[in-house]
Structures are given as structure tokens and as C-alpha cells.
């Protein structure tokens, strides 16, 4: 089944403590991107990838870091946590080179609470 | 002014009911338009998808872009109580930008 995984689904964590939300999808997509979704301000984007080593912010990259070593797995890093990056995120993939012009699937969803 | 603009709602029709669901944008670069569909505590699903302007049916689905008047739709036909969801519109410049979504629409369909 084609799907895009994220890992894990509920997390509650203390301010500064490093943590990595993992995405993974099964589709051989080669863009993948990261957004969070907050009441009243909606889907924002924080990172997107267009292929493996291939990174770029998006509109609320700060305090958030990606890589793409594979082509399958684009994880989430936080270095620091603060309150403020509470939040439910979501992991998307698109096929196609160069960047495709619509995100094709999300993940269920990771919900984070920092206290 | 917010580059998307799209109505919260809620918006409650019976079973049967069009629906109409509408954004507004700023940007005339904006080319490719889609709306998603969010059941409460899942991932958005993609249900439509248009190029620049002009209309495409899909279904009960119907998506209509109006770029000289900087507006999208989505009319759902003969509407049922599982497209009870909300529904964000999204749109992009091109390929590699940023996805822009609105902040969607709750629509409830009763029975």
C-alpha cells in the first residue's frame, strides 16, 4: 500500500531536548516536504526536499533542521525544542523531478507538545 | 493582506445539498490550485488538482479556477455526510516553491 509513515504519532517532551520526528514513504517519490498545521494560521511549510541532498526552507524553517540521505526518509529534527514548536505536523511526498506542483500524500500526522 | 483567503465556516447543508467552497488569493503568480479534504485527525488527501485557469470535474467534485478574478472553487454534488471534513485550498507558483494552503473550511453534511 502506497503511503507515507511518521513516526512517532503523539509526543510529549521537555524544552531542549533534542528530538527527531521520522517520515518515510514507500512510493519512490522523490520530493518530500514538512508542515505544520496551528489553529487560526493553518498548513505553513517548514522544509522541502526536491531529491536526496537536496534540502530548502520553506516558510517556518527556523528552529527546525532536515536532512535527506535517502531518497525514502525525511526527518524532522528538532535541536532544541521550545514551547512555541507545539504543534501537529505533517510529512508530505510528491513523485516527479524537479519538484512537483502539488503534494500528492500526507502522513497520518505527528502531535508534539514541548513543555 | 494574507496571500490566502478562505472562509473557517462551519457550513451545515443537508444530504444532497451543492456546496460551494471558495478561496480568494493575492498573488496573480500563483499557477497550479488544489483543495484538499481533512477528516479530524487524519493527513489532508488530495482531491483536486488544476492547472492555471479554468474548470475540471472529477466525480461529484467540481474545481474552477478564475485567475482574472484571483478566486477558486470547489462544488461538491449531491453532497453525503462522509464529505463532512474540512477542505483547504492550497496553491503554488511553481514548481519548488512553497505550498501556500488556506486555513480551510468545515463543512457538515447532515443526514
Known amino acids: 500500500e502506497a503511503q507515507v509513515t511518521q513516526n512517532p504519532r503523539y509526543l510529549i517532551t521537555v524544552t531542549g531536548k533534542k528530538l527527531t520526528v521520522t517520515c518515510s514513504q514507500n512510493m519512490n517519490h522523490e520530493y518530500m516536504s514538512w508542515y505544520r498545521q496551528d489553529p487560526g494560521l493553518g498548513l505553513r511549510q517548514i522544509y522541502y526536499?526536491?531529491?536526496?541532498?537536496?534540502?530548502d526552507k520553506g516558510d517556518v524553517p527556523e528552529g527546525y533542521k532536515v536532512s535527506r540521505k535517502e531518497k525514502r526518509n525525511f526527518p524532522l529534527i528538532l535541536e532544541s525544542p521550545s514551547p512555541n514548536q507545539t504543534s501537529l505536523y505533517f510529512c508530505?511526498?510528491?513523485?516527479?523531478?524537479?519538484?512537483?506542483?502539488?503534494?500528492?500524500?500526507f502522513g497520518q500526522g505527528t502531535r508534539l507538545t514541548v513543555v | 493582506q494574507k496571500e490566502v483567503e478562505q472562509d473557517p465556516g462551519p457550513l451545515s447543508v443537508p444530504e444532497g445539498a451543492i456546496v460551494s467552497l471558495n478561496c480568494t488569493y493575492s498573488?496573480?503568480?500563483?499557477?497550479?490550485f488544489m483543495w484538499y479534504r481533512q477528516y479530524s485527525r487524519k493527513g489532508p488527501e488530495l482531491l483536486m488538482y488544476t492547472y492555471s485557469s479554468g474548470n475540471k470535474e472529477d466525480g461529484r467534485f467540481t474545481a474552477q479556477v478564475d485567475k482574472s478574478s484571483k478566486y477558486i472553487s470547489l462544488f461538491i454534488r449531491d453532497s453525503q455526510p462522509s464529505d463532512s471534513a474540512t477542505y483547504l485550498c492550497?496553491?503554488?507558483?511553481?514548481?519548488?516553491?512553497?505550498?501556500?494552503f488556506g486555513k480551510g473550511t468545515t463543512l457538515s453534511v447532515s443526514s
Open positions: 498573488n496573480s503568480a500563483f499557477q497550479y
Open positions: 526536499s526536491m531529491n536526496v541532498e537536496v534540502t
Open positions: 508530505a511526498s510528491s513523485p516527479g523531478g524537479g519538484g512537483r506542483h502539488t503534494e500528492a500524500f
Open positions: 492550497a496553491m503554488r507558483y511553481q514548481a519548488g516553491t512553497a505550498l501556500i
